[in-house]
């Protein structure tokens, strides 16, 4: 057990590590050689003049919320003069101060607006939340501490802590989800100099940006998962039809996390495999247990020969193209077949996805076996190359997806990656369906339907191809109805006339009636004078 109990550290370590991000120093060394960071946010500030930057502010982006990539926010800053950590927040209060009702009170921050609010005492995602809920479309969090690097120039406010050694990441604490504004950090330096602005009632107009690599005419976006990670499983089962829609204008590449186990000392120096069902080949190949249970259910081993079955699945049947329609059915499939304890492994239960996804399973248990395998004391290829790509690409957060190699921030869902998708791609070669859905409020819906129906503006509905317009419809409708009208009117004027036969034949056979002369003329006189009176 002392073997288990190391491996368990070692992660406990990392996810220490992972939640220091949460508010805190992490030095980019700690975790990852050159995080990647290739999303070019701009922030500056354009009024007043005195502030604007050539090469805007040097500031770092939340791992949280979702940013409107390749747009902009351009807004009137406004200063809380609070750390924003309360669930009561007085909007009346900040700078620059505003005009006051007849109690004395100010007027509430006017939407829309940019928000900063000071750094500590609750997580950087709380105080995010807060500002959302009170309004503002992005929030930039003033730093109190200062970058050691800043020198004697810089006065930290901690009481606790003179300055940090490196730049700060501000992290998800797992609740994120819900945040949908932007936020960014500003370092104290530069914050202390805008509030300075703010507090003496000067106007201040903020641009936060973000421009994607836009490098060709083709878009390429990588997923890195792991088979048993909550958070990216609806994303996976769902996601389908955004791929098939993007068709051959975008490149898609799963990846699968695998934790070295050499490096986590799974493997002795006498190679000797010391962490049990943790790891694979030898403990080579390790994954994190999804229950906690070492003794029982899914193990890190099963995640891991999960992982390369889905690497191997994607080599064959989706690489070629850069879709990959068969893997993401077996995904969906596999998730709603075998996605516990009881079938995770159980080879029944693959073969059965294999059929309904339609895979050849023998191709891909070969490529797993030709690949190293998993129960060998020798190396895996596959899981070698994704380990290697992992370091190269600065992982360290999962899941976590990527747009041309750039690193996409906010909650994982169909969404966010389909949003990113469509603004990577280089001007003049965006594809139709970006056109009509990626500014759609239902993007699913969109993509499904062929079509953006907006409720709000019913006229603007964008017809799929094949599909038949509004203006073709409400055509076809008036047609049949005027068809209709016809018929009745003929059927109607078609009863009148035999109304008026019927009465003529009755007149003539039963009321002979006396002339104007007084004399008594034949009923069939009558008849025929009343041939020309209307009678309805």
């Given amino acids: 057990m002392a073997p288990l109990r190391l491996l368990l550290c070692s992660l406990l370590v990392a996810k220490a590590i992972g939640e220091d991000i949460v508010e805190g120093i992490v030095d980019d060394d700690a975790i990852g050689p050159n995080l990647p960071d290739k999303v070019s946010s701009r922030l500056n500030i354009h009024i007043p003049q005195s502030l604007f930057k050539d090469e805007g502010y040097k500031h770092r982006e939340a791992l949280f919320g979702i940013p409107p990539y390749g747009g902009s926010i351009a807004q009137e800053l406004f200063y809380a003069d609070s750390n924003l950590c309360d669930q009561e927040i007085d909007v009346h209060k900040g700078y620059p101060e505003r005009e006051k009702d007849s109690k004395g009170k100010m007027e509430p921050w006017p939407s829309p607006f940019i928000l900063m609010v000071d750094r500590g005492d609750c997580t950087f995602v709380q105080k995010a939340r807060n500002a959302q809920r009170v309004g503002a479309a992005g929030v930039i969090i003033a730093d109190?501490?200062?970058?050691?690097?800043?020198?004697?120039?810089?006065?930290?406010?901690?009481?606790?802590?003179?300055?940090?050694?490196?730049?700060?990441?501000?992290?998800?604490?797992?609740?994120?989800?819900?945040?949908?504004?932007?936020?960014?950090?500003?370092?104290?330096?530069?914050?202390?100099?805008?509030?300075?602005?703010?507090?003496?009632?000067?106007?201040?107009?903020?641009?936060?940006?973000?421009?994607?690599?836009?490098?060709?005419?083709?878009?390429?976006?990588?997923?890195?998962?792991?088979?048993?990670?909550?958070?990216?499983?609806?994303?996976?089962?769902?996601?389908?039809?955004?791929?098939?829609?993007?068709?051959?204008?975008?490149?898609?590449?799963?990846?699968?996390?695998?934790?070295?186990?050499?490096?986590?000392?799974?493997?002795?120096?006498?190679?000797?495999?010391?962490?049990?069902?943790?790891?694979?080949?030898?403990?080579?190949?390790?994954?994190?247990?999804?229950?906690?249970?070492?003794?029982?259910?899914?193990?890190?081993?099963?995640v891991t020969k999960e992982s390369l079955r889905r690497l191997c699945i994607w080599n064959h049947y989706g690489k070629d193209d850069g879709i990959g329609e068969k893997w993401w059915d077996y995904v969906k499939e596999f998730y709603y077949r075998c996605d516990t304890p009881s079938f995770f492994m159980s080879q029944d239960c693959i073969k059965d996805v294999y059929d309904h996804a339609g895979i050849d399973g023998t191709i891909v248990e070969t490529c797993m076996q030709d690949s190293g395998g998993t129960d060998n004391d020798k190396e895996n290829n596959i899981l070698e190359e994704e380990m290697n790509a992992a370091t190269k690409m600065g992982v360290v957060i999962m899941p976590t997806a990527f747009v041309n190699e750039s690193a996409i921030r906010g909650k994982l869902s169909v969404n966010t990656i389909f949003a990113a998708v469509c603004a990577g791609f280089e001007a003049g070669s965006v594809p139709d369906i970006c056109k009509q859905c990626a500014s759609c409020p239902d993007q699913q819906g969109c993509i499904s339907n062929g079509q953006c129906s907006n409720s709000n503006d019913e006229d603007k509905l964008v017809p799929a191809k094949g599909s038949i317009s509004k203006g073709t419809f409400l055509v076809t409708i008036f047609g049949i109805c005027g068809a209709f009208a016809a018929v009745f009117y003929w059927h109607k004027q078609r009863t009148q006339q035999e109304m008026r036969n019927e009465v003529k034949g009755i007149l003539a056979q039963y009321m002979p009636l006396e002339s104007e002369d007084g004399e008594i003329g034949a009923a069939s006189d009558f008849a025929q004078r009343a041939g020309t009176t209307e009678i309805s």
């Fill in 144 to 302: 109190h501490l200062c970058l050691c690097s800043d020198g004697k120039e810089c006065t930290s406010s901690s009481p606790v802590q003179e300055c940090q050694q490196s730049e700060p990441v501000m992290g998800d604490d797992g609740s994120g989800g819900d945040v949908s504004i932007p936020t960014f950090l500003m370092f104290k330096m530069d914050a202390d100099e805008v509030k300075a602005n703010l507090r003496q009632n000067i106007h201040v107009q903020m641009e936060m940006s973000w421009n994607l690599p836009r490098p060709d005419d083709r878009v390429e976006y990588d997923l890195w998962t792991v088979p048993s990670d909550e958070v990216s499983k609806e994303f996976q089962k769902s996601f389908k039809p955004a791929a098939t829609a993007l068709g051959s204008h975008a490149y898609f590449t799963p990846h699968m996390y695998i934790h070295d186990g050499v490096k986590a000392l799974c493997r002795d120096r006498n190679g000797d495999e010391v962490c049990g069902s943790l790891c694979t080949n030898q403990g080579r190949y390790c994954s994190t247990d999804p229950d906690g249970d070492l003794e029982k259910g899914i193990s890190g081993s099963d």
